[in-house]
């Protein structure tokens, strides 16, 4: 087993098995082998590990120890005038490897038989001083923290700043603020008005961080000078003595804004779907009950007519007939509108007619409605006084609205006044229907406006209604530039009031 695993092939004889057993050795240090006149012989795998050359790469033709930089002239010199006294020589000295690094070593020589001689390099490891050790360990916790996106804020156990990380004084603009000693009272005036809020807040929760005696989390919300709001997860890590004391408290925060908006947004997308899905199913029970009530009148009266010989009895059979009829075309003529809308295909014309006009044309028809409604104790009273009135939108569907508007008036009171009022205003008009009904809670107020939405489970089958009327009226009001509102006691009786503009909607 030779000294080396590589030989200099160029010199093969040189790459000589007597110098002894020198494996362990070998292990250990960088060695190299050099005839007198310097030129190199070879060298282990540990000298190329330190110094980066490779045997490989001199092809054979191995330069000398200066030429390589490994010593300088003077080294080999003192090195030289050793071996010839046939002595060792050591000294320290730096050294350049292949790689630019400087690095220092023990270096031994020994001179060798056949006129050559041993190198061994023994690297000088700096021993770091304790105050060394303890600025790079400082460093590299300083660098962790402030590479940390999270704020992070130590406190000692009277809630005065220790350290705060870059994330931390960026966010509240402390930097170059000493914040040191000060508490988030101290440093409240020192940091942008809209955190002073968010600080004082923050001294309540460590108190009751340090009160519960366990790590806390919860969300901070925090506004910015720029008006928006950051929502962070805060932990509050209290560390105490071994006496009990209050020793640190430790406030980590990571800004989960973008996370809690996409988790808000799958909560309303979620309860949205399970609305949609209710409102299905409330659309289908709606629905089956309103298409079978008329439709089973209308099939037995038809049936008890043809049997029937006295005529009154036929005339009553007929007109309920033809009254439930209606009741039926009029849910087609919603779900129609309905789905007109949804699909955005709602075509409304937008052109000046006389609102005062068309009102009264509208209560024309109710004297009969009254009657077949049986709603003989209400008394429906026009009130406006006006000879014209001009206003902006579709005729068409503002006689419908109105239609709805009253019709709802007489259905939900039993017994008193629907009135119908107008306000003339310089750029709208407001048709009011109000009446002395059952009124509507004030949490069902916005309610009644969507789709199927009607006040009470059993409000149906004791009025009647697909709960459509109001949504449609309302949306083909705003699609006219208008509006529909509502006021309303419980008991006492509402005020449906329909707002058109008064010039032409230009879309
Ligand atoms: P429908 O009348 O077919 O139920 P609407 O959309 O017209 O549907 O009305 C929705 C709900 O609003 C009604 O079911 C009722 O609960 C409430 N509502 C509407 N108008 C009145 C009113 N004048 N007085 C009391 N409640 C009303």
Not at 198 to 210: G, I, Q, R, S, V
Not at 434 to 441: H, L, N, P, S, V
Request: glycine share 6%; net charge negative; hydrophobic share 40%.
């Amino acid at each position: 087993m030779g000294l080396f695993g590589k030989k200099n092939s160029g010199n093969s004889s040189r790459a000589d098995l007597s110098y002894g057993d020198y494996k362990g050795f070998n292990q250990l240090y960088a060695i190299l082998i050099a005839q007198i006149d310097g030129i190199i012989i070879t060298f282990n795998d540990l000298f190329s590990v330190h110094f980066g050359y490779q045997l490989a790469e001199f092809d054979g033709n191995l330069p000398g120890i200066v030429q390589l930089g490994i010593v300088s002239k003077e080294t080999y010199s003192a090195i030289y005038t050793s071996i010839q006294l046939s002595e060792a020589y050591s000294t320290e000295l730096q050294i350049k490897t292949k790689r630019g690094e400087m690095a220092t070593y023990k270096l031994k020589a020994a001179p060798l038989p056949d006129n050559k001689f041993l190198l061994v390099f023994d690297p000088v490891r700096k021993e770091k001083t304790i105050v060394e050790d303890a600025n790079e360990s400082n460093k590299l916790f300083m660098e962790l923290i402030n590479q940390m996106p999270d704020i992070i804020c130590f406190k000692d156990g009277f809630g005065k700043w220790l350290l705060a990380n870059t994330a931390d004084l960026n966010l509240f603009q402390l930097k170059g603020v000493n914040y040191v000693g000060k508490t988030d009272a101290d440093l409240a005036p020192f940091t942008h008005e809209v955190y002073r809020q968010a600080f004082l807040n923050c001294m309540e929760t460590d108190e009751k961080c340090w009160n519960e005696k366990v790590i806390s989390r919860g969300d901070e919300i925090i506004p910015t000078p720029a008006g928006e709001q950051i929502m962070f997860d805060v932990f509050k890590i209290p560390v105490f003595n071994a006496d009990g004391s209050r020793k640190n408290l430790i406030v980590i925060g990571r800004d989960v804004t973008e996370h809690r908006k996409t988790e808000n947004d799958l909560l309303l997308a979620k309860q949205k779907a399970e609305e949609s899905d209710r409102l299905k199913s409330a659309f289908l029970a709606t629905m089956s009950h309103e298409l079978r009530t008329p439709l089973n009148a209308i099939i037995g009266f038809a049936t008890l007519i043809f049997e029937e010989e006295d005529l009154s009895d036929i005339r009553e059979f007929s007109r309920i007939i033809n009254n439930n009829s209606n009741v039926l075309l009029n849910l087609i003529e919603d779900i129609f509108d309905i789905s007109l809308i949804e699909a955005q295909q709602m075509q409304i014309e937008h052109h000046k007619f006389d609102i005062v006009k068309t009102a009264n044309e509208v209560l024309e028809i109710f004297p009969h409605e009254i009657h077949i409604l049986d709603k003989l104790d209400i008394d429906l009273r026009n009130l406006i006084s006006e000879k014209e009135v001009f206003a902006s939108g579709d005729v068409y569907r503002v006689k419908q609205i109105l239609t709805n508007l009253i019709s709802n008036a007489l259905k939900f009171t039993i017994k008193g006044q629907v009135l119908l009022k107008m306000n003339n205003h310089p750029d709208h008009v407001e048709i009011e229907i109000e009446d002395t009904g059952i009124g509507i809670a004030p949490d069902k107020i916005d309610f009644i406006f969507q789709m199927f939405q009607q006040v009470e489970e059993g409000s149906k089958r004791k009025y009647g209604g697909a709960g459509l009327g109001l949504s449609i009226s309302k949306q083909l009001a705003v699609f006219m530039g208008g509006d529909i509102k509502v006021k309303s006691e419980l008991g006492k009786g509402s005020v449906f009031t329909l707002i058109l503009p008064k010039s032409v909607k230009t879309e």
